[in-house]
């Protein structure tokens, strides 16, 4: 098969954004490198409104470990990330969703080769969860690469959605069924609307806030 190539099984897989390339600053993180949660904001009962709540009645406790879903290595990446959740709903609603899945994705600032500037890099396993690498180029706009972050969430969603997917290889054979090839990668209608809607939302969302 063409595709089945060795660089390829040798998990060379790469899931590419369209991204625009714009050039830009790139936002200097003011915390050490750390994990960022930017989901679960509801509590285990679903309910964000404890006010809701009779006042003699408790509001629920979970005791249940909270698991970091969305990961992001670096500090400029971290604060990228937090911005694009404040700004954006797609982004949260993405965000969301991988909250109720076995994955965990990690966002690196990395090089994806192809021309590309962000891809969805590798899946493996780690006792009962997956782990998802993005990796994406840090140096443009803010909003665009939020955009993308955003685009390979979906991406993110998508392979989580199917339980065999547990390793680059059957990452790669999941696209080669439910992607649409472009060149050596795959892409996918709903990740290219995801990180477009992400983009429109955070520039609007900048426009609104930008000191008049
Ligand atoms: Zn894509």
């Not at 879903?69 to 965000?95: N, P």
């Not at 006792?127 to 939020?146: C, E, F, K, S």
């Amino acid at each position: 098969m063409r595709f089945l190539t060795p660089l390829l099984l040798l998990g060379m897989f790469l899931f590419f954004c369209g991204t625009a390339s714009a050039q830009g600053p790139v936002i200097d993180g003011r915390a050490d490198a750390q994990d960022l949660e930017i989901v679960l904001l509801r509590d285990e009962h679903g309910s964000t409104d404890g006010a809701r709540m009779p006042a003699n009645h408790p509001a629920p406790v979970s005791l249940a470990p909270r698991i970091m879903r969305v990961r992001s290595v670096g500090s400029t990446l971290a604060s990228i990330v937090t911005e694009a959740t404040v700004r954006s709903a797609t982004f949260r609603q993405l965000a969301h969703a991988i909250s109720q899945t076995n994955g965990i994705v990690y966002v690196e600032d990395g090089d994806c080769g192809h021309g590309v500037r962000a891809c969805l890099a590798t899946v493996t396993t780690a006792g009962a969860n997956r782990i998802i690498r993005v990796r994406v180029d840090a140096n443009t706009a803010d909003w665009n690469l939020m955009g993308s972050i955003g685009h390979e969430l979906q991406h993110a969603v998508e392979v989580l959605g199917s339980p065999i997917v547990t390793n680059t290889r059957a990452l790669y054979l999941f696209y080669q069924h439910n992607g649409i090839r472009a060149g050596s990668v795959f892409e996918t209608a709903a990740a290219v609307r995801a990180g477009n809607d992400v983009r429109a939302e955070v520039r609007r969302s900048m426009f609104l806030t930008q000191p008049r």
